[in-house]
């Protein structure tokens, strides 16, 4: 494991629903390190849907490179420059965008980072509104089947996972060792485990593999797909399980994720 899990590291306090400088909300978040130059940012999100959710962005700090995974919502844009303002990031200083998938909650705040290439996946690329549509630029294929890259950026794997959205990927790291799977799968409305932003808690993963083994005795449509995009991640090493919403959970998350493609194969 590359780094130490940290405690989270900034958080902000409530404060009223003041406007920002664009007369955006100004959010709620939460900032915590996950390794060495990887950041996990969830912004408390009141006012999108009917309950209360996180909607998670990453930071991925290079040497010459500043990766953004994922870019919230266009209301998020005053908060996410002042989280990325707390570990020394300016928003010109963002090198790529990578997107997990098309939906705004995803999308609209890539629009702040006017410098940074933009990359998303070809049958997504259709979701995107203009003006951001015509400045993403699409992953290639690599290698493997059902792989891509974004140019320029090495140590990066990207699968398709085949669900949620046609273009949804995950996006593997190899240097901090975190797996990004958008809304793959993911926490959304879920508070967070003890408050913690960050967790290795076999509660979290126990509950997360009987939520897909009950997918899998429903017959939910789609769980057939859910289960090939899985099975597509379980040669990755992680140490960090980032998901679009809530909770990252940690440690040894290659015997996490084979837990829950058994856990679906039972449920079948
Ligand atoms: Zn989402």
Known sequence: MLGIIEAIISSNSRRDADSGSKGWLKM??????????????????????????????????????????????????????EVLSTIGITPEQVTQVLLTHGHRDHVEGAALFKQAEKFVHRADASMLAAPLATVFKQYVPAAGEFTFAATGIEALEIVLVNTHSPGSVAIYDRLSQALFVGDFFCYFGENLPDGELVTDSERIKRGSCDYVAGQAAAKEPGFDKFMLGLNRLLNFTPEFFCTGHGVVVSRDIQTFLANMWKSGRKGQ
């Open 28 to 81: 709620n978040y939460k900032l915590a390190q996950l390794a060495a130059g990887a950041y996990v940012i969830a912004v408390e999100d009141t006012f999108s849907w009917d309950v209360m959710s996180y909607t998670n962005c990453y930071v991925l700090k290079r040497e010459d490179k500043i990766i953004l995974i994922d870019a919230g919502r266009q209301e998020y844009q005053d908060t996410i420059v």
